[in-house]
């Protein structure tokens, strides 16, 4: 895994040598361990099929990586691609293909190889291509931070080709050097010669089209050496990534970095609405404006391209907010829509269920799209691990790929995806590991685009309901390991958690505050209240709740245990005012929960309150610790029976 020529073993009374490079093995006796300068001469001798080394691959190999107190250590697998990739540069290939999954670092590996080959003098004019604005701004200012000196931004309409060669690393937007008139900039800037090294950043998205700009560049420098880097390498009729830069160099899968522990593992839930396999009109069913909607049957490839159902809009962004209240309210979020004002139409939407968190930072939803100048603004917070805000970013392309999203947990897919190299590229944003003050908010209106071609049928012309949700969940090569519903998945992992009913009952009856069981679940994303309101058993607690969904077991109503423990007279071993508590604390389970008994605050409301100050009252269990063992005896009377 770590690309070493030579290892070692040792028992204590001899070496064992393993040659990695040949698959040979031999004992070395403890005193005659060869020195680093043999090994070294070893290697040399035998690189490059027995050729030998020359000097200009001794000269990059033997350059170190930058390193300083705000740059991590490459990771193993970063130094290898980084070794392999300046070892081929100092040998002469000329074209180069590195796959490596979104989130393990790229630009990162990208630096470090422009560093050793700038600074051991290999290479000294260097073009790093992008498609994206965002992405070449965030490259200069994170990763190649260091190299900013001797960096240029090319901008063909300012640059001059007699100053302009002043500079080593040059950073640029193919749509720059290719311009929308299909003008030739690159060449009334740069000699075909002036690179000697290009790097494509994500070269999967067309650069090696027959037809693309991209390729045009690349054929103009020719003579530099070429490097592609790409998550996903494309090999179809029409697109090779492969043909045009060869087999790749070094591949460092989503598996590997899930195995490895640098990406996380990935779970998508998939929300059905009843509209979800086709909605049609009644018939001369007018839309917002009075237009007649055309007659036909409308599905997922039409929302929000060829119509709009508001009240889509609104279930989504109403399960968005649910999945979030019943886990992390601050966690990163993108929401993927289908065009820029649909990310608008949903950011509005997700405002107004939102607004506690809304009242304390107006960027907790903020859209994100090329056309949008104030989200734009907002992008560098939304990718820092250090700023809170935003917290939501609804977008259209914009975040699809490149972006460095480190904080992002929660991805939903509100749009059509057409490939699973797309699906990759966006579920790579969450596999990855400053506020300005003064701005003021934006005041979110629910208001209808304005009249178009495109039908906008508001809640009162179509009606939408979830009506299923499933939960696939993938394995390290993001391949599809099973489908569950969501009662199958909550299921799952009670079990993972409980192995059989009496060990459940055990843990339910140890909790201090019965709580933390559901807080546990929340953690696992499943929301225990929201699932028993769509299952219609509101009126069961946690303890049913599950015992009735993991163990099949029958179900009793908080009212029917509450009675169940008046008619064992639990009560009677209680006297006068104490009695009258305990009453009280059964009837407030029976219609509140177990969650209100167990907080102490609520002998300060009503009925409790009439029957005395709480110091007084928990002073007829004998203090406060007497209270809270009285109630945890009633729990336990609650509890008692469990139906067959």
Partial sequence: MMDVPFAYSSNGDAFFEHDMRNGTEREIALDNFPTPNQLIQRFKASANHGDGISSDEERAISQPYYSSQNTYEPRYYQRVVINKTVDAVGRGENRLLLVMATGTGKTYTAFQIVYRLLKSGLKHKILYLADRNNLVDQSIQQDFAPLEKVIHKVNVSKDDKATIASHQVYFSLYQQLVGDDDKAHYAELFDKDFFDLIIVDECHRGSAKEDSRWRKILEYFSSAIQIG??????????????????????????????????????????????????????????????????????????????????????????????????????????????????????????????????????????????????????????????????????????????????????????????????????????????????????????????????????????????????????????????????????????????????????????????????????????????????????????????????????????????????????ISKYNGLAKEVIEALLDLYANEGIDQIEDTQVLKLDPFIRMGKPSAIVKLFDGKDGYKEAVRELEKEIYKVVSA
């Avoid at 995806?417 to 944003?429: A, D, L």
Wanted: net charge neutral.
């Fill in 229 to 570: 880097m790409t998550a996903t390498p494309k090999e179809t009729s029409y697109v090779s990534n492969i043909s045009y830069f060869g087999e790749p160099l070094y591949s460092y899968s989503l598996r590997n970095g899930i195995e490895d522990g640098f990406l996380a593992p990935f779970k998508v839930i998939g929300i059905t609405t009843d509209i979800s396999d086709g909605w049609r009109p009644t018939k001369g069913q007018l839309d917002y404006y009075g237009n007649e909607i055309e007659d036909r049957i409308y599905n997922n490839k039409d929302y929000d391209y060829n119509i709009i159902i508001a009240d889509r809009t609104n279930q989504v962004a109403s399960e968005i907010t649910r999945y979030l209240t019943s886990t992390d309210r601050m966690q990163k979020t993108i929401v993927f829509c289908a065009t820029e004002e649909a990310a608008e139409r949903m950011r509005i939407v997700l405002v107004n269920l939102n607004q506690d968190m809304v009242a304390k930072n107006p960027d907790y939803v903020v859209r994100i799209t090329g056309s949008d100048e104030y989200g734009k603004s907002k992008l560098d917070y939304f990718i820092s691990v250090s700023s809170p805000y935003p917290v939501i970013a609804t977008t259209s392309k914009l975040l699809s790929t490149g972006s460095d999203c480190k904080m992002t947990k929660l991805i939903v897919l509100d749009e059509t995806i057409g490939s699973m190299t797309e699906f990759k590229q966006i579920i790579g944003r969450g596999t990855r590991l400053r506020e300005k003050e003064g701005k003021k908010p934006r005041e979110p209106k629910v208001t209808p685009p304005d009249p178009s071609e495109t039908p906008y049928v508001d809640a009162n012309g179509c009606r939408v309901r979830i009506i299923n949700k499933v939960v696939s969940v993938y394995d390290a090569d993001g391949k599809l390991l099973r489908h569950e519903n969501i009662v199958d998945y909550t299921k799952t992992n009670l079990l993972g958690e409980y192995a059989d009913l009496q060990h459940f009952i055990r843990k339910w009856n140890d909790e201090e505050k019965k709580k933390a069981i559901s807080d546990l679940m929340k953690e696992r994303g499943i929301d225990l209240q929201a699932l028993k309101a769509s299952m219609g058993m509101s009126n069961l607690d946690d303890f049913d709740f599950i015992i009735h969904i993991a163990f099949d077991r029958k179900p009793l109503t908080r009212k029917e245990r509450a009675n169940d423990v008046k008619k064992r007279d639990f």
